[in-house]
């Protein structure tokens, strides 16, 4: 029997490229070109921080590790890439059956207890989430960075320490400590 035709479909990320056959997509080694594991999914992304986003044949997202084992036992709605919270803390942003975003580490614990209707991931060591229509900025263990002054119509993740948001239909920037930025960066 002649071998499955391999597509590789991206470029290397952690030693493994994406790889496409009749059967779906999965990981090669980078090196080989050779399956890293045998399942194949609906969609995979590129490893990152020794864990991969797949979808499985009903839908459901988590993370793998690099030989094609689940991380954890539980499946989501959604799932994104992990990121660097902290020096050896990785969260990932994961939305379960209930539609409650919240954050969890490469095992798949929650990082905290909260629930939210939205949660960005960290950046600057914050995330923005919503709840009940408001938005502010959550510490890793889920607890307010600001006190309740900081809530806002919009908030985006930081970006090299500075942050748009939206209050009362303004517009302005914040530094992580939630100092408003005022023309040319400069603090207000």
């Known amino acids: 029997m002649k071998p499955a035709r391999i597509e590789i479909i991206s470029n290397e990320a952690e030693g493994f490229k994406q790889a496409l056959d009749v059967g779906g997509?999965?990981?090669v080694f980078a090196d080989?070109?050779?399956p890293a594991y045998s399942q194949r999914y609906k969609m995979v992304e590129d490893f990152s921080f020794g864990r991969a986003?797949?979808?499985d044949d009903q839908d459901n997202f988590f993370h793998i590790k690099p030989d094609?084992?689940?991380a954890y036992a539980e499946r989501y709605l959604t799932v994104k890439?992990?990121?660097i919270v902290e020096e050896d803390l990785f969260l990932s942003v994961v939305m379960d059956n209930d539609r409650n975003c919240f954050h969890i580490d490469r095992d798949g614990r929650p990082a905290y207890l909260y629930r939210f209707d939205y949660a960005g991931d960290f950046?600057?060591?914050?995330a923005p989430i919503r709840t009940d229509e408001v938005y502010y900025y959550i510490l890793p263990n889920g607890e307010p960075a600001h006190g309740p002054r900081?809530?806002?119509d919009l908030a985006a993740e930081f970006y090299l320490d500075v942050a748009t948001v939206v209050k009362n239909g303004r517009q302005f920037k914040i530094l992580p400590d939630g100092t408003e930025l005022g023309a040319f960066g400069k603090k207000h």
């Open 150 to 152: 900081d809530s806002f």
């Open 123 to 126: 950046s600057s060591g914050l």
């Open 81 to 83: 890439m992990f990121t």
């Open 32 to 34: 080989t070109g050779l």
């Open 53 to 55: 986003v797949v979808v």
């Open 68 to 70: 094609g084992s689940p």
């Open 25 to 27: 997509l999965f990981h």
